[in-house]
């Protein structure tokens, strides 16, 4: 699954999605530092697909998500040196230090097959092969091996799935829907 995410957990709002009427903001980096002299600042990327983040998008930067145009990217290591539009030097730039990177969800296309964003998968109704309702997914934990989805069930019960083929047998973002296989335990 992919890392790419949304932090806009609302009060009284369980699914983890904006109030209605809110844009959705997908967050892509995170950055670290200032470098060099002419305005670039060292972002470590936390997508998957960080070929979509190019120059010349609208990103959004910081808690209060304020709109920049990127002005350039390039890779160094495993992470990358951005500029900002309007920005050219590093004193300019040092404000942007240790600040999130967004972009609107509504700028990025869908994931390739298979794949979803946690904002699509965070709400979604989900049965068992035999069509019984089990619950809803209120929460997506991200390990280290894969995701574990968190199913809210209707007597309010918590259960756990981890997001491997083997219990995930289908997923439609079109109907909002999760057939699973519940693990049998000895």
Known sequence: MSKVGVNLKQ???????????????LTVGKIRRPHGVKGEVVMEMITDFP?????GIQIHIGPKKQAYKLASIRP??????????????CDAVSVFRNQWVYVPASTIGPLPDGLFYHREVIGMQVADEQGNSIGIVREILVTGANDVYVVEA???SEILLPAIKSVIL???R???????????WD
Do not use: C, H
């Not at 160094?76 to 030097?89: A, K, N």
């Not at 079109?174 to 049998?184: A, H, W, Y």
């Open 51 to 55: 070929q979509r983040i190019t120059a």
């Open 11 to 25: 009060e009284k709002n369980l699914s983890g999605s904006p109030q209605s009427g809110e844009p959705v903001y």
């Open 76 to 89: 160094t290591g495993e992470l990358y040196l951005i500029s900002i539009e309007g920005f050219t030097d």
């Open 174 to 184: 079109d109907t909002g829907r999760m057939v699973v296989r519940l693990q049998e």
């Open 154 to 156: 209707e007597d309010g």
């Open 170 to 172: 289908m997923m439609d």
